[in-house]
């Protein structure tokens, strides 16, 4: 009735099917019946004549191959007529066919259909979308041609209700979608990477094999097969990871630059007309302003998936974490967030149904497998426990239920190193104010992130060393390292009138943190030369004993070899077989390059590498210590280094130190010291 009143050739599948496989019955391979249903299309439009398509477009994608994925010659304008028949009265149709639909189909088909937000729409590209209820009138007639008469009416009604809309490259509803699909696709599997059997088994349920080529292809059949073909264009989706990669989607940190849509897509000239009909609808999303805050929000929620705030409410919360990005939300504007979050993250699979927690990760950060993430959570467990890390202690609590609630579960997983080192120090039993308490740890870290100065005091009453700092000073602290039996905090004293200050160490349980400055933070160049002149001490000392003199440091952190060389000083002793064996499986004890280990004597059957710096002429074999050893090492370390002298002394006669002359009479006294403690027993 409806070709009679507008002069239409109907084009219908099951004629096509006719036609093709000889009866309608056949269903055939779909896509020959598709290629010959757009090949009459494309004849039809050619020729100026109206078309009605047939068939039943349930779902989205079967209507979204035409009305904005098929080329056309010529500009269209796409009508929706919604034939919407209660469920009951189909199913009662249904048993009239002589070929029955099976009752599944027509249900699933139904509820499709009246999907609230993937249902037909004008936003699908169509002017716009005609309901007639059949079942509602005896004459059809009357009903079609009043609702004819109508059409421009309604069509220049919702044209003008869009006028104000900003258009990009976004603004179809095809394109976002497509968009939001491949977003959820890589927050799902990032990088689309099958590594661990669990993930290749789950992406092989949805293509097997799994596709070839490079993400944008692979990840063409994955959309074509989990949402529809019309989702599935491989030169689209490389234009979309671009502009993902573009606007902070992929960046491991959290983005702050505003999001840009790309500009609108302008029709090209020539024989084809550009995918899509005229005057048709456009999703909210195709608002330039509304894409940006919504895709703000969805770059948020991608990158921080468990940012949660107790007490706060959740919309309150996520507008204030993002509203120093330009177009994002303003405040007040939570109502609008939370109807975003409703149309947004459930419908297109950003969070589950009934649930505030995404069970997902952030496609910027290189998630690993659940097997590695177990492992994490077993080095992290250690930190925590044996070297009672204060920081790893509050990042245990957070890894543990940001795993539970992402389905990995840790309660059987026994790690496979451990630590056997552990802290002296007992972060449940020091001072309130000390630096190893968890909550002054959480500020110091603070501090070193922000690179801000602060005023640290040490305790009268701890133990100190000869050129210990006492009282309060001020420091740019730098790192926080964990050494044979504690954590340190290593800072960089605050010199006046000088760029550089001396850096040293302390045990974090001796400190306590009194101010945090906020309005004094360095630049980030010069905390990066504080800790290249760390990294550098460290490499060279073997320990975290510094020294006290600031031109000693500067000197030794020289970019000259010359100078540095200067600083240095030659520790040369030798050793007795046993502990020459100790001495010299050490390689990295000191640095290697400022280490000189003795050649074998002949007859030693003992292995080394040949890269191994056994460069020293051995002494006699009659000798009972014919093993010399040399390490060049910085003044301050042979002078006083407490972990030095652990080491060194710790082999007892199995040593004699040959220079420095000073260390030597030191080792000797050291030597009668002892003896002296057991002289009146023996």
């Known amino acids: 009735m409806l070709a009679e009143l507008t002069g239409a050739v109907v084009l219908s599948t099951d004629l096509l099917r006719r036609e093709l496989f000889g009866d309608a019955a056949v269903q055939g391979p779909w896509r020959d019946i598709e290629a010959l249903l757009h090949q009459r299309i494309q004849e039809s439009v050619a020729a100026g004549t109206a078309v009605i398509v047939d068939a039943t477009h349930a779902r989205r994608p079967w209507r979204l191959v035409l009305t904005q994925a098929l080329a056309l010659p010529a500009p269209v304008e796409w009508i929706g007529w919604w034939l919407y028949t209660p469920l009951s009265t189909c199913l009662q149709w249904n048993q009239t066919r002589k070929r029955l639909v099976p009752e599944p189909v027509i249900r699933e088909m139904a509820a499709a259909l009246a999907d609230p937000v993937f249902g037909p729409s004008r936003a699908e590209g169509m002017a716009s979308v005609v309901a007639v209820v059949p079942t509602h009138v005896r004459e059809l007639e009357p009903l079609l041609r009043d609702e004819l008469a109508r059409l421009d009416h309604r069509i220049r009604s919702a044209r003008n209700r869009e006028n104000r809309f900003a258009l990009h490259g976004y603004s179809r509803l095809l394109d976002v979608e497509r968009l939001l699909y491949l977003l959820r696709l890589l927050a799902t599997y990032p990088d689309l990477d099958a590594a661990d059997p669990a993930t290749r088994a789950e992406l092989e349920a949805i293509v097997s094999p799994l596709p070839e080529g490079n993400l944008a292809d692979r990840a063409a059949a994955y959309l074509r097969r989990l949402h529809g073909?019309?989702?599935?264009?491989?030169?689209?989706?490389?234009?979309?990871?671009?502009?993902?990669?573009?606007?902070?989607?992929?960046?491991?940190?959290?983005?702050?630059?505003?999001?840009?849509?790309?500009p609108a897509v302008v029709a090209p000239k020539g024989d084809a007309h550009w995918p899509g009909g005229v005057n048709g609808g456009y999703p909210p999303l195709g608002d330039a302003p509304v894409f940006v805050r919504v895709f703000t929000l969805l770059r948020h929620l991608v990158q921080q998936p468990f940012d949660r705030a107790a007490g706060t409410p959740l919309p309150e919360h996520l507008i204030s974490q993002i509203e120093t990005v330009p177009g994002a939300y303003l405040p007040g504007e939570a109502a609008t967030l939370r109807k975003d979050l409703e149309k947004l993250l459930t419908p297109y699979g950003f969070r589950s149904r009934n649930d505030n927690v995404r069970h997902g990760y952030a496609i910027g950060t290189a998630l690993l497998s659940a097997n590695r993430l177990r492992e994490i959570h077993g080095v992290v467990s250690q930190a925590a426990g044996r070297l009672a890390d204060p920081s790893a202690q509050d990042l245990l609590v957070e890894l543990e239920q940001r795993l539970t609630w992402g389905g990995?579960?840790?309660?059987?997983?026994?790690?496979?190193?451990?630590?056997a080192n552990r802290s002296i120090v007992s972060s449940a039993l020091v001072r309130p104010d000390s630096l190893a308490s968890e909550r002054q740890a959480e500020f110091l870290e603070t501090a070193i992130v922000e690179r801000r100065r602060v005023e640290l005091e040490?305790?009268?009453?701890?133990?100190?060393?000869?050129?210990?700092?006492?009282?309060?000073?001020?420091?740019?602290?730098?790192?926080?390292?964990?050494?044979?039996?504690?954590?340190?905090?290593v800072y960089e004293e605050d010199s006046v009138g000088r760029a550089e200050g001396l850096i040293r160490s302390e045990r974090i349980d001796r400190l306590a943190l009194r101010r945090s400055e906020r309005g004094y933070r360095r630049s980030d160049d010069a905390h990066a030369d504080g800790l290249r002149r760390l990294e550098t001490l460290l490499h060279l000392s073997g320990g975290i004993y510094f020294g006290d003199d600031l031109n000693a440091q500067l000197q030794l952190c020289s970019p000259t070899p010359k100078t540095r060389a200067k600083a240095l000083v030659t520790l040369r002793f030798c050793c007795q077989s046993w502990s020459f064996a100790f001495i010299r499986e050490g390689l990295q004890r000191y640095q290697i390059e400022h280490t000189r280990y003795s050649k074998a004597l002949p007859g030693d059957t003992w292995w080394h590498h040949p890269k191994a710096p056994h460069v020293l002429e051995a002494g006699s074999a009659a000798d009972t210590h014919p093993y010399p050893v040399e390490l060049d090492l910085p003044s301050w370390t042979v002078a006083r280094d407490v972990d030095l002298r652990n080491w060194l002394f710790g082999f007892g006669a199995g040593i004699r130190i040959e220079?420095?002359?000073?260390?030597?009479?030191?080792?000797?006294a050291w030597l009668e010291r002892g003896l002296a403690v057991y002289a009146n027993s023996l």
């Open 229 to 262: 073909e019309c989702y599935g264009d491989a030169t689209a989706i490389r234009g979309d990871l671009a502009w993902l990669e573009a606007n902070g989607f992929c960046s491991p940190e959290p983005a702050l630059a505003p999001i840009k849509p790309p």
């Open 458 to 489: 040490r305790y009268a009453s701890v133990a100190s060393f000869p050129d210990s700092p006492s009282g309060s000073f001020r420091a740019w602290p730098l790192q926080l390292l964990f050494h044979n039996i504690g954590w340190y905090l």
């Open 408 to 419: 990995v579960d840790t309660a059987m997983a026994s790690p496979v190193r451990a630590f």
């Open 659 to 668: 220079s420095p002359t000073e260390l030597a009479a030191e080792h000797r």
